[in-house]
């Protein structure tokens, strides 16, 4: 069953991103009081008595503009507009009347499949005495409100579900045996490495701001695709630079933002500019994903421009595994955003990072496995006594996480934690997910736990 799809319009700084946010209860979207902070399309999903819709918040939108990227963005827009079930122009009560609201209310008047006007900034009762000006436009009804204090909301949400086209009942299910999996995907790396040019090339389709100008996606965009039997949700960053460079305040939100992305997703994709090769930030970027413990593939971006009498995926691969160590488990993949060369391997290769990033082991083949390496390798001495181990076992997934019981934690060597990880690799073959090994005294206190 399709939700019904609620696109957010305006002049640039009316309000948008604050709505949107109100709608959807989140703080997705980032507002500032800058004019021209969303890009992107954004999507996000709302309730109101018991009906659930979707959110597409858009950037601002004005027939003139110096900002080079107004055309885009206006593109951006204008898909959103026949899209939607229902378009919402959003007027700034606070500063009345533009000249542009006309004309933007004549274009959806034409385009538009249904519509409805709200005038933001409208903070109580007493602030209404400026609609007047409003109701020289032409449109009725007209909605007061203040997305920021939530004035007027339930009286616009009422009217707005109101709208909703009837729900086609004969859309057909999906079967309960299909076991539909969604997986969170991030997409990161430094600035114009064509992180958004390959969720383009992914879904088919100009859903993104693609510009050579480096810092053009601010936002981080949830985009969800569904491919077989599995669901995925792409999730577009903006580039992250180094903190000495960074001195906007959006650039900083963006970035946050961007880090945030790596908490909730399953799988990182870490985007490079092969034609570049490995920079110093892609290793810090690569640093922030193994710290959040999530799974990770490479993808050598730009392929088609790479000379490859100079630089063969060999080379290229071994160049990344002596400067990204920490990371020695994560796939290697060359791509091209531009000609789409081997972007359709990226999801097999999701697939299998996310089956072993979600596999669950038994106790008794964990101990087996730890009987095994124990034989192989005996642990070291400590305070004049044998390391003893009794049991391991398995306490989480997403990414596997055992934990092991012995005498005495503090005595493990690093060397010793990494050939018992490798033991588990080996044993159940989990070469391409993250793997947390903590160490506890069979008393139970917890030592920090260790990621690897």
């Given at each position: 069953m399709m939700?019904?799809?609620?696109?957010?319009?305006?002049?640039?700084?009316?309000?948008?991103?604050?709505?949107?946010?109100r709608l959807t209860r989140t703080r997705n979207a980032l507002v500032d009081d800058r004019p021209g902070v969303t890009r992107d399309r954004h999507?996000?999903?709302?309730?109101?008595?018991?009906?659930?819709?979707?959110?597409?918040?858009?950037?601002?939108?004005?027939?003139?503009?110096?900002?080079?990227?107004?055309?885009?963005?206006?593109?951006?827009?204008?898909?959103?507009?026949?899209?939607?079930?229902?378009?919402?122009?959003?007027?700034?009560?606070?500063?009345?009347v533009s000249p542009y609201d006309g004309d933007m209310l004549r274009l959806l008047r034409s385009q538009a499949r249904r519509l409805a006007v709200v005038v933001n900034k409208i903070d109580g009762p007493m602030k209404e005495i400026h609609l007047n000006e409003f109701y020289e436009l032409g449109f009725e009804p007209l909605f007061s409100l203040s997305a920021e204090h939530a004035y007027g909301i339930e009286d616009?949400?009422?009217?707005?579900?109101?709208?909703?086209?009837?729900?086609?009942?004969?859309t057909e299910p999906i079967q309960e045996d299909e076991q539909i999996s969604t997986i969170r995907l991030a997409i990161v790396g430094r600035p114009n490495v064509g992180k958004s040019s390959l969720i383009n090339r992914i879904i088919g389709e100009n859903?993104?701001?693609?510009?050579?100008?480096?810092?053009?996606?601010?936002?981080?965009?949830?985009?969800?695709f569904r491919k077989g039997k599995n669901e995925y949700v792409l999730i577009d960053t903006a580039g992250i630079r180094r903190k000495a460079k960074v001195d906007e305040k959006i650039e900083k939100l963006s970035?946050?933002?961007?880090?945030?992305?790596?908490?909730?997703?399953?799988?990182?994709?870490?985007?490079?500019?092969?034609?570049?090769?490995?920079?110093?930030?892609?290793?810090?970027?690569?640093?922030?994903?193994?710290?959040?413990?999530c799974g990770c593939i490479f993808l050598w971006n730009k392929w088609d421009l790479v000379d490859k009498q100079v630089k063969t995926v060999r080379t290229m691969t071994e160049m990344l595994r002596d400067t990204a160590k920490f990371l020695q488990f994560a796939p290697v993949l060359t791509v091209s955003a531009q000609t789409g060369q081997r972007v359709s391997g990226i999801f097999p290769l999701v697939d299998t990072v996310f089956r072993q990033y979600g596999c669950r082991l038994t106790t008794a083949a964990v101990n087996r496995m730890l009987e095994k390496a124990l034989a192989r390798k005996e642990p070291s001495i400590f305070r004049g006594k044998r390391l003893k181990f009794y049991y391991m076992t398995q306490v989480a997934t997403r990414p596997p996480s055992f934990v092991a019981f012995v005498?005495?934690?503090?005595?493990?060597?690093?060397?010793?934690?990494?050939?018992?990880?490798?033991?588990?690799?080996?044993?159940?073959?989990?070469?391409?997910?993250?793997?947390?090994?903590m160490f506890r005294e069979r008393s139970g206190r917890k030592l920090p736990s260790r990621a690897k």
């Open positions: 939700k019904p799809i609620v696109a957010l319009v305006g002049r640039p700084n009316v309000g948008k991103s604050t709505l949107f946010n999507f996000g999903e709302a309730v109101w008595n018991d009906i659930p819709f979707t959110v597409v918040d858009t950037g601002g939108f004005l027939a003139e503009d110096t900002d080079p990227f107004a055309p885009l963005i206006r593109t951006q827009v204008i898909q959103a507009v026949s899209e939607a079930d229902v378009v919402v122009l959003i007027l700034d009560g606070k500063y009345g616009f949400l009422d009217h707005l579900v109101g709208l909703f086209p009837e729900i086609d009942s004969d859903r993104l701001l693609v510009s050579d100008v480096p810092g053009t996606t601010r936002d981080a965009i949830d985009i969800s970035i946050i933002k961007s880090l945030q992305s790596l908490e909730h997703c399953d799988i990182a994709l870490i985007v490079l500019d092969a034609a570049a090769g490995v920079t110093e930030q892609d290793v810090h970027i690569a640093g922030y994903a193994a710290e959040r413990n005498n005495h934690p503090e005595g493990i060597h690093f060397s010793y934690e990494r050939y018992l990880i490798n033991q588990i690799r080996q044993e159940f073959g989990l070469d391409v997910t993250p793997i947390r090994l």
